[in-house]
């Protein structure tokens, strides 16, 4: 689905370190390497999908790219500009492009406004809807394309399900008529039948508005049915990038064929005969990464070599871009 | 040791409509906290008697009668009278409308304005985080009284002097509570919705931080409401407060009070009992409603 020739977003070599412990009293000062050299583009219009465990660096990402934290170094270029140079005055128009989705349904309303002003406060500050009774109007509007009622605008967050916030948090997402919106885990506190409501939700948004997601997850079957492209992350660092189909189909990266091995398979019987891939160990800190590759201590395939030399995420196949020695 | 269930307000049952969930909360307040509920009548009365004082009292507070100094507590004067012939009864309900004045002005400006404070400085951090605190370090460094003193012996007295002398000290006192509490709201998600919108910083303090510190703030008011009171009087025990021939309770105290003890001992009894059951009904109100609404500060 990749339709324009410019992309809507770049994402190029960024690193995102914070400093822990140490004060004004010394004692020693660790760095986590939350986000350690990520680049990647988007495209208008499609939709990347974000996979890695718990603590691989892919939330941080997102938050670099809506400038909810400055990389350490880096750009993230939007619509031509790079935002990590702008300063806060000159991102505020910018912000608006840029919109997010949060996995916790209930932390990401404010508990003290109604739903309609949660709404109608964008429309208001960005002057999106100056007039206070055409904004009313234009809340009912966004309130009824989530999937709500218009008289749910009268509701606080706590009177409202899960699912139901989820909706509201996509209306104030969309009140900004944004370009891209970081979806980050939205689904994953949500039930299994109300993800299904909210994903569908999310794609006719996507075709209606040519929306561009940039979609986080643990869930792989989520991000297969959701995404043009996956991109896989461990430790701060992509390891493989390619189109759906290719990476599900034909993963090059062990720490992928791992992940994807460990899907499982609504058949038991097929479950209990197909050939499982077990990582040893646990994920290394990220305050103390190995050297070399960085998945070489768990990995099934490793030799000699990936314990001294960092792998490139290079092209091995058109578009199918993976960061390991032995691809 | 007994295991109590957590009573927060928010486990009582789900009622439909404010006013139901308002009326339930305060049937639940007054069985579980029955201090606090005798607390907070005195209080009500306190300033209901403030507010009618002009119905409530029998004579002017500031009325001499020469044929009557001094009288002990009668049928005509039920406190009896000072050594100016002044109602004594009629002084401490005139003088309660001091205290409530004081008391609620120097709660809400210095609740409110540390509350900001301490916000803004949670959400900016770093630096001005560093900066805020330190200053307020400074400040804190001081007891209320001296702090207090130094300001109206600066500014001079009188009730405005007197206000602003006792709500500086407590700023500093609100901000690190209200603080801590906004730094756990810092990161609630719905703030970094808000900075992604581009809303501007004075937005986001104002609109959705502050009103997620509400029940830290309410603590704060109750709490500050009987300390200011008692700061009121000792100032104005100490001859910095609020002047003669203005009622204040601190006042009562001194002066002919002192010296007269012996022959008219109302004088300062009265007064006295007043300043602490004042002060004794709002802490008490303040303690329970603040176990009520936060039970994890029970401690402090």
Request: proline fraction near 6%; hydrophobic fraction near 50%; include cysteine.
């Amino acid at each position: 689905m990749i339709t324009d020739a410019a992309p809507l977003l770049e994402v190029k070599n960024v690193v995102k370190h914070f400093t822990v412990g140490g004060g004004m009293f010394g004692g020693p000062r660790g760095i986590v390497r939350a986000v350690d050299g990520v680049s990647f583009t988007l495209y208008r219009g499609e939709t990347l999908g974000l996979v890695g465990e718990s603590g691989c660096g892919k939330t941080t990402t997102g938050r670099c790219v809506l400038q909810l934290e400055r990389a350490t170094s880096g750009s993230v270029v939007f619509e031509g500009r790079d935002l990590t140079t702008l300063n806060e005055t000159e991102l505020r128009p910018v912000r608006r492009k840029i919109q997010v989705i949060f996995q916790d349904p209930y932390s990401s309303l404010n508990p003290r406004m109604t739903v309609g002003q949660i709404i109608a406060e964008p429309l208001g500050v960005h002057a999106i809807v100056p007039d206070a009774g055409r904004r009313r109007a234009r809340v009912r509007e966004l309130l009824n394309r989530v999937g709500l009622l218009a008289r749910h605008a009268e509701r606080y967050p706590h009177e409202m399900s899960g699912g139901q916030r989820q909706r509201v948090g996509i209306a104030r997402a969309l009140a900004m008529e944004p370009a891209l919106i970081i979806c980050d885990e939205p689904v994953s506190a949500l039930d299994v039948s109300i993800q299904a409501q909210i994903i569908n939700l999310l794609e006719d948004l996507q075709a209606e508005y040519r929306l561009t997601y940039l979609f986080i997850a643990h869930d792989l079957a989520v991000v297969r049915h959701i995404s043009d492209r996956v991109a896989v992350m461990y430790l701060g660092k992509i390891v493989e990038l390619a189109d759906r189909k290719a990476l599900y189909d034909d993963p090059l990266h062990p720490y992928t064929r791992a992940l994807l091995a460990a899907v499982p398979i609504p058949d038991p019987e097929l479950e209990a005969r197909r050939e499982r891939v077990v990582l040893g160990g646990e994920v290394p800190s990220p305050l103390n990464p190995p050297a070399g590759c960085v998945f070489h201590p768990r990995c099934p395939i490793a030799i000699d070599r990936c314990r001294s030399v960092i792998p490139d995420l290079r092209e091995i196949k058109p578009g199918h871009w993976a960061a390991c020695l032995l691809a | 040791m007994a295991i109590r269930p957590a009573d927060a307000f928010t486990e009582i049952p789900e009622v439909t409509g404010r006013r139901a969930r308002w009326w339930a909360a305060t049937k639940d307040f007054v069985r579980k906290r029955p201090l606090g509920a005798i607390g907070a009548v005195i209080v009500l009365v306190n300033i209901i008697v403030a507010l009618g004082a002009d119905v409530f009292a029998a004579y002017d507070p500031l009325a001499t009668d020469y044929g009557a100094m001094l009288a002990r507590p009668s049928t005509a004067h039920w406190l009896g009278t000072d050594a100016f012939g002044r109602d004594v009864l009629s002084r401490i309900i005139y003088g309660s409308r001091t205290a409530m004045i004081v008391g609620f002005a120097c709660a809400f400006f210095g609740a409110t304005v540390g509350a900001v404070i301490g916000v803004a400085s949670a959400y900016f951090g770093g630096k001005v985080d560093l900066l805020i605190q330190r200053v307020m370090d400074i400040f804190l460094a001081f007891p209320l009284i001296i702090l207090a003193l130094a300001v109206v012996s600066i500014l001079g007295t009188g009730i405005q002097n007197v206000i602003f002398a006792i709500t500086v000290p407590m700023i500093p006192r609100a901000s690190l509570v209200a603080r801590s509490s906004a730094l756990a709201i810092r990161e609630m998600p719905y703030v970094d919705a808000a900075r992604a919108a581009g809303f501007r910083h004075q937005r986001i303090i104002l609109r959705h931080m502050l009103p997620n510190v509400m029940a830290p703030y309410l603590i704060m008011l109750t709490a500050f409401l009987g300390q200011a009171i008692l700061l009121e009087a000792s100032l104005s025990f100490l001859g910095l407060g609020v002047a003669e021939p203005t009622p204040a309770w601190g006042l009562m105290l001194r002066g002919a009070a002192v010296q007269f003890a012996e022959q008219a001992p109302w004088m300062a009894i009265f007064p006295g009992l007043a300043i602490s059951l004042a002060v004794f009904a709002f802490n008490l109100f303040g303690d329970s409603l603040r176990d009520a609404l936060d039970p994890r500060l029970r401690t402090q």
